[in-house]
């Protein structure tokens, strides 16, 4: 929900569509009213018909909204722009996805939010470290990332037959489609909830927030 909320004070978004699980029984609130008094639009709609993975979910996505788009005219067309965000980011701001707009909507390819890598990166082999690699080069990708509706959806068909074998974020399966997405610096806020730790940090921003 504090996901939902920080997109729904972005008016630039004409929807923003939650896929679910097609067993997903979460009661999810309707009126913006109930999402810490954001704006009335854009509108929130839930479509069931979320896969085991990531790139499947956005995939099955996409494909649904895509093939509504070819009887309705105010549906989701091929050349729309579409932003995919991973709800696990939750302290994702209306200014982080304003910039990724700015950056991206006159880009001929797309792109995504990301940070330089702050630290000195190891490789391991059992636990011991083998190398020290340059981390000069290196961002660590976010979300959201933006790219149009009908090139990304190519890009994850291409890879549907492998079971996405590759694909670990929308950027990835545009690269290997031929595409380089560009680089838009995000914010070391905009961390994904992936440990038990984070939970605590995401309360205190937050709060501080608030």
């Known amino acids: 929900m ?11 978004l004409a929807h923003i569509v939650v896929v679910l699980s097609p067993h997903d029984s979460h009661v999810w609130p309707d009126s913006s009213a109930e999402l ?21 979910s956005v ?25 995919v965000h991973d709800a696990a980011r939750c302290l994702v701001t209306p200014t982080d996805i304003h910039r990724l707009i ?10 995504l939010l990301a940070v330089p890598l702050p630290d000195t ?3 391991a082999v059992h636990g011991r470290v083998s190398q020290t690699l340059p981390r000069e080069d290196k961002w660590l990708a976010q979300t959201p990332q933006m790219f149009r509706a009908g090139p990304l959806h190519a890009a994850l068909l291409a ?24 680089l838009v610096m ?6 994904k909830i992936t440990y038990p730790s984070d939970f605590a940090l995401a309360e205190d921003l937050l709060r501080s927030r608030t």
């Open 2 to 12: 504090h996901t939902l909320d920080a997109l729904r004070w972005v008016a630039r």
């Open 36 to 56: 810490s008094g954001a704006p009335q639009l854009p509108l929130v709609h839930r479509i069931h018909c979320g896969g085991a993975t990531r790139a499947q």
């Open 59 to 83: 995939f099955n996505g996409l494909s649904q909204l895509l093939k509504e788009g070819q009887t309705n005219p105010d549906g989701v067309q091929a050349h729309d722009w579409i932003l």
């Open 102 to 111: 700015d950056e991206c909507i006159n880009d001929e390819v797309g792109g």
């Open 121 to 123: 990166l190891k490789a």
């Open 159 to 182: 890879k549907a037959s492998d079971n996405f074998e590759g694909i670990t974020d929308e950027a990835s399966a545009m690269e290997i489609a031929g595409f380089a997405p560009k």
């Open 186 to 191: 995000g914010s070391p806020h905009n961390f």
